[in-house]
């Protein structure tokens, strides 16, 4: 089993910054990649950042320039700055992680989602 602990969702003013933070636990071996995606009302879920193990990262162009994704793989967790938010950044916000998790003698490739976190940006 593996969970998900998203914090640092809330309600910001335009031009206001946040930061979210993913931790995951249970028998992770190791992680592929980490990242965010998010919901909109009426949206569809969309990527904002991923980073891979190796410290590749991704983003959508929407946040470009404002939002810095970072992970730290021994922790197991993921972090996503987002400054100069923006009313369209309203959201819910959901982590996930790529990961093989197993024992000594059996490995296998999973996808895990944290339930989300809602953040507000108010214009």
């Known amino acids: 089993q593996v969970q998900l602990v998203e914090s640092g969702g809330g309600l910001v003013q335009a031009g206001g910054s946040l930061r979210l933070s993913c931790a995951a636990s249970g028998s992770i071996l190791s992680t592929n990649a980490m990242g965010w995606y998010r919901q909109a009302p009426g949206k569809q879920r969309e990527l904002v950042a991923t980073?891979?193990?190796?410290?590749?990262?991704n983003a959508a162009d929407s946040v470009k320039g404002r939002f810095t994704i970072s992970s730290n793989n021994a922790k197991n967790t993921v972090v996503l700055q987002m400054n100069s938010l923006k009313s369209e950044d309203t959201a819910v916000y959901h982590c996930?992680?790529?990961?093989?998790?197993?024992?000594?003698?059996?490995?296998?490739?999973?996808?895990?989602w944290g339930q989300g976190t809602q953040v507000t940006v108010s214009s």
């Open positions: 996930y992680v790529d990961v093989e998790v197993g024992s000594s003698w059996y490995t296998v490739r999973e996808t895990h």
């Open positions: 980073v891979t193990s190796g410290g590749s990262t």
